[in-house]
């Protein structure tokens, strides 16, 4: 079946009871035994809800993974992850990494004493070179945020079987629309589902899939453990986003196409990044790894200076943190996203003061130029009033 067939007909037929096309929500935090020692297969929320079995089923199967498990936010999901590792282990992650992750890795895991190494993941030596007999797994992003950088999925798998870790990708920018690293060998694939999965900027939720049923399990002991399940009611909402999904990517996706193309003869721009440009570094490593671009786009201005006023000056597309829902947002990465990542790292990875993201969403591509050009054009202006 297509992914769009399935996503569309997302929790269709599980319940024949009533025949509901849309997935119930249970709101019950405890369930009736029907006597001792039995259970109708739920017995309190935490543990197993219906209609969060239904996202986490139906996530499972869209990743072609043996368990999805849902959590109240991605880096609840990340963090149950994290329950994997101890002290002495080592950690090899992407170096353009999100910020909250990095957050986490930086200051929760490193005081445990838990070694991270930050490398760029498609360079496939640095790779080989970071892991040594203490590192437990890899943990990839692709494309990166805000860099879009790509990782190299199948490589990096290879390099870690060969040593018996697991690999882990966030797989929130591509979704399992463009890209499933589960079938690329990847062992458990990570999504803030609060960006395209939900897609609507309205329900924060995360979501793990294992390839591997006793992972699965694993990780399922510890969310049912540490606790932060997504709700009944967010597990709904996402499943109604979610069924949307196939047509929303194909929009996003066309948007920033034309969006980063735009930019590119754009004078105030001085480097646009997005995977789906000729000019992108690794484009070919991408398109053998996932079927789309996706809909984000990052730039770099001519000058730090322009940055302030552009964002007060786009009416269109709002200045706001987080990505992938159908309004279209401008993020100032340096200031919002990675601001936990101290300046000369920062510098020195590319997130510079001078870059901008678009997270694009699904309006009229037409519209969305016409602001970032009244915007740059804008900025421009009040430069130079105050002197370039
Ligand atoms: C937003 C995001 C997260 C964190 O997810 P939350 O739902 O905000 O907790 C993790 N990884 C990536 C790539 C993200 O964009």
Redesign the pocket.
């Given at each position: 079946m297509h992914i769009d067939t399935h996503v569309a007909q997302l929790g269709n037929r599980r319940d024949p009871a009533t025949g509901a096309i849309s997935v119930p929500v249970y709101h019950s935090a405890t369930f009736a035994h029907p006597g001792p020692g039995q259970s109708t297969g739920y017995d309190y929320t935490r543990t197993g809800n219906p209609t969060r079995q239904a996202l986490e089923e139906e996530t499972a199967r869209l990743e072609r993974g043996a368990r999805g498990l849902a959590f109240a936010?991605?880096?609840a999901a990340?963090d149950c992850l994290c329950r994997l590792f101890g002290p002495g282990d080592r950690l090899v992650v992407s170096d353009d990494l999100?910020g909250?992750?990095y957050r986490l890795f930086e200051r929760i895991l490193r005081p445990l004493g838990i070694d991270v190494a930050y490398v760029d993941t498609g360079d496939l030596e640095a790779v080989e070179r970071a892991v040594n007999e203490r590192t437990r797994a890899l943990f990839l992003?692709t494309p990166t945020?805000p860099l879009m950088k790509i990782s190299d999925i199948r490589g990096c798998v290879r390099i870690a079987r060969a040593r018996g870790i697991i690999t882990i990708v966030?797989n929130?920018?591509m979704t399992p629309y463009f890209q499933r690293p589960l079938e690329l060998g990847a062992d458990v694939v990570v999504h803030?589902a609060?960006?395209y999965l939900g897609g609507h900027n309205d329900v924060?939720?995360?979501l793990l899939v294992a390839k591997d049923p006793a992972l699965g399990e694993r990780l399922q002991f510890y969310q049912n453990s540490a606790g932060a399940v997504l709700s009944p009611h967010d597990s709904w909402l996402l499943l109604r986003g979610m069924k949307t999904l196939a047509l929303r990517m194909q929009r996003h996706e066309a948007n920033a196409a034309a969006v980063a193309r735009w930019l590119e003869t754009h004078p105030l721009v001085t480097r646009v990044y997005y995977p789906g440009l000729d000019g992108h570094p690794r484009r070919s490593v991408h398109e053998q790894q996932a079927t789309g671009f996706g809909g984000m786009v990052s730039f770099d201005v001519a000058d730090a200076r322009l940055v302030a006023p552009l964002l007060s000056n786009v009416r269109l597309i709002t200045f706001a943190e987080s990505?992938g829902g159908v309004e279209s947002l401008i993020t100032y990465p340096a200031v919002q996203t990675h601001s936990d990542i101290p300046p000369e790292v920062r510098e020195a990875i590319g997130v510079t003061d001078r870059l901008v993201r678009l997270s694009i969403g699904i309006e009229h591509v037409d519209d969305l130029i016409a602001d970032l050009e009244q915007a740059l054009k804008a900025a421009e202006r009040e430069v130079k009033r105050v002197g370039l």
């Amino acid at each position: 079946m297509h992914i769009d067939t399935h996503v569309a007909q997302l929790g269709n037929r599980r319940d024949p009871a009533t025949g509901a096309i849309s997935v119930p929500v249970y709101h019950s935090a405890t369930f009736a035994h029907p006597g001792p020692g039995q259970s109708t297969g739920y017995d309190y929320t935490r543990t197993g809800n219906p209609t969060r079995q239904a996202l986490e089923e139906e996530t499972a199967r869209l990743e072609r993974g043996a368990r999805g498990l849902a959590f109240a936010s991605g880096m609840a999901a990340i963090d149950c992850l994290c329950r994997l590792f101890g002290p002495g282990d080592r950690l090899v992650v992407s170096d353009d990494l999100y910020g909250g992750t990095y957050r986490l890795f930086e200051r929760i895991l490193r005081p445990l004493g838990i070694d991270v190494a930050y490398v760029d993941t498609g360079d496939l030596e640095a790779v080989e070179r970071a892991v040594n007999e203490r590192t437990r797994a890899l943990f990839l992003e692709t494309p990166t945020n805000p860099l879009m950088k790509i990782s190299d999925i199948r490589g990096c798998v290879r390099i870690a079987r060969a040593r018996g870790i697991i690999t882990i990708v966030d797989n929130t920018f591509m979704t399992p629309y463009f890209q499933r690293p589960l079938e690329l060998g990847a062992d458990v694939v990570v999504h803030s589902a609060t960006k395209y999965l939900g897609g609507h900027n309205d329900v924060l939720a995360g979501l793990l899939v294992a390839k591997d049923p006793a992972l699965g399990e694993r990780l399922q002991f510890y969310q049912n453990s540490a606790g932060a399940v997504l709700s009944p009611h967010d597990s709904w909402l996402l499943l109604r986003g979610m069924k949307t999904l196939a047509l929303r990517m194909q929009r996003h996706e066309a948007n920033a196409a034309a969006v980063a193309r735009w930019l590119e003869t754009h004078p105030l721009v001085t480097r646009v990044y997005y995977p789906g440009l000729d000019g992108h570094p690794r484009r070919s490593v991408h398109e053998q790894q996932a079927t789309g671009f996706g809909g984000m786009v990052s730039f770099d201005v001519a000058d730090a200076r322009l940055v302030a006023p552009l964002l007060s000056n786009v009416r269109l597309i709002t200045f706001a943190e987080s990505l992938g829902g159908v309004e279209s947002l401008i993020t100032y990465p340096a200031v919002q996203t990675h601001s936990d990542i101290p300046p000369e790292v920062r510098e020195a990875i590319g997130v510079t003061d001078r870059l901008v993201r678009l997270s694009i969403g699904i309006e009229h591509v037409d519209d969305l130029i016409a602001d970032l050009e009244q915007a740059l054009k804008a900025a421009e202006r009040e430069v130079k009033r105050v002197g370039l």
